[in-house]
């Protein structure tokens, strides 16, 4: 018998990917931190009801409604603490659940359709 050691330990995607977490936060990870958020502090946070999307749009300062970015250096993954958000609009977040969004380039935020 001849064994192979496993050794991919994790589940790192290199894909952008938002995680919307029980505790009430948005998980951002490193993928997307990278390519859409770099040098970003604050995001706006969006709601499209009828459509159920969530908008992110990076800024670079602190304005009228924005959350902060916590980032914890280059490579790293990110997070919002949306739960003031998520309870507003009635986005479930009873159970944490990750999806793949997409950037639109038009709007310069990233888009996260929840169904």
Do not use: H
């Amino acid at each position: 018998m001849t064994f192979e050691l496993f050794t991919k330990k994790g589940g790192r995607t290199s894909n952008p990917k938002v995680t919307i977490a029980r505790a009430g936060y948005i998980g951002i990870n490193s993928s997307c931190m990278e390519k859409y958020f770099k040098s970003k502090n604050f995001v706006q946070l969006y709601w499209d009801k009828e459509r159920q999307i969530i908008g992110i749009k990076p800024t670079e300062k602190e304005v009228d409604g924005s959350f902060r970015l916590t980032n914890e250096g280059e490579r790293r993954p990110g997070s919002i603490a949306g739960r003031s958000f998520l309870k507003y609009y009635e986005i479930d977040f009873s159970k944490t659940r990750s999806l793949y969004p997409e950037w639109n380039e038009k709007d310069n935020m990233l888009i996260i359709k929840l169904k």
